[in-house]
T-cell receptor, first 111, second 115 residues
Framework: GENVEQHPSTLSVQEGDSAVIKCTYSDSASNYFPWYKQELGKGPQLIIDIRSNVGEKKDQRIAVTLNKTAKHFSLHITETQPEDSAVYFCSHANAGNMLTFGGGTRLMVKP | EAGVAQSPRYKIIEKRQSVAFWCNPISGHATLYWYQQILGQGPKLLIQFQNNGVVDDSQLPKDRFSAERLKGVDSTLKIQPAKLEDSAVYLC?????????????FGPGTRLTVL
């Protein structure tokens, strides 16, 4: 499948600070961009998603932006809390709904 | 609403042995996916079913991996014979739609260790 690059691989922030994770992709046919959070020993859980006809979407402390021209999208978490500590994965899919995942970002929120 | 169920949660086998994993998707979900997640990496799609038919299995190592969803509900993924590099978490996911980006819901996974 098409690659997706995710940065950074690890991110450490103080509680209350913001965290930003960035991804770039190459498949111009991609039209769906979900973000997943994975806690230790659990399966990935969808936290927010965005479709290609939208540039930005927000849900409480979480926001995602999409730049289709530049083929990159980002996850923003504001007012981070210790329970936000987990591994976050960006992903994208085309019309067939087959997801391609990034390599993951381990977020650590220090109290 | 019950989530995606998987069993077993953990499995340890020796190389060249066979192993099978089971998945029960969310009720009513027509599409089922199997992913392989190697430690420290993102999940990689192995196979996608729509009801009881295979939509895509291009990344399934067919010489040793097989999967079926005979009645369009539960699914099994089998590895025979296993290799050391098959050690990973095997995730099952389901969604209600195929086209248009239906949300995929993941199960807890089966952690396979091949010795």
């Amino acid at each position: 499948g098409e690659n997706v690059e995710q940065h950074p691989s690890t991110l450490s922030v103080q509680e209350g600070d913001s965290a930003v994770i960035k991804c770039t992709y190459s498949d111009s046919a991609s039209n769906y961009f979900p973000w997943y959070k994975q806690e230790l020993g659990k399966g990935p859980q969808l936290i927010i998603d965005i479709r290609s006809n939208v540039g930005e979407k927000k849900d409480q402390r979480i926001a995602v932006t999409l730049n289709k021209t530049a083929k990159h999208f980002s996850l923003h978490i504001t007012e981070t809390q210790p329970e936000d500590s987990a591994v976050y994965f960006c992903s994208h899919a085309n019309a067939g709904n087959m997801l391609t995942f990034g390599g993951g970002t381990r977020l650590m929120v220090k109290p | 609403e019950a989530g995606v169920a998987q069993s077993p949660r953990y499995k340890i086998i020796e190389k060249r042995q066979s192993v099978a994993f089971w998945c029960n998707p969310i009720s009513g979900h027509a599409t089922l996916y199997w992913y392989q997640q190697i430690l420290g990496q993102g999940p990689k799609l192995l196979i996608q079913f729509q009801n009881n038919g295979v939509v895509d299995d291009s990344q399934l190592p067919k010489d040793r991996f097989s999967a079926e969803r005979l009645k369009g509900v539960d699914s099994t993924l089998k590895i025979q014979p296993a290799k050391l590099e098959d050690s990973a978490v095997y995730l099952c996911a389901s969604s209600s739609g195929l086209a248009g980006g239906g949300v995929q819901f993941f199960g807890p996974g089966t952690r396979l260790t091949v010795l």
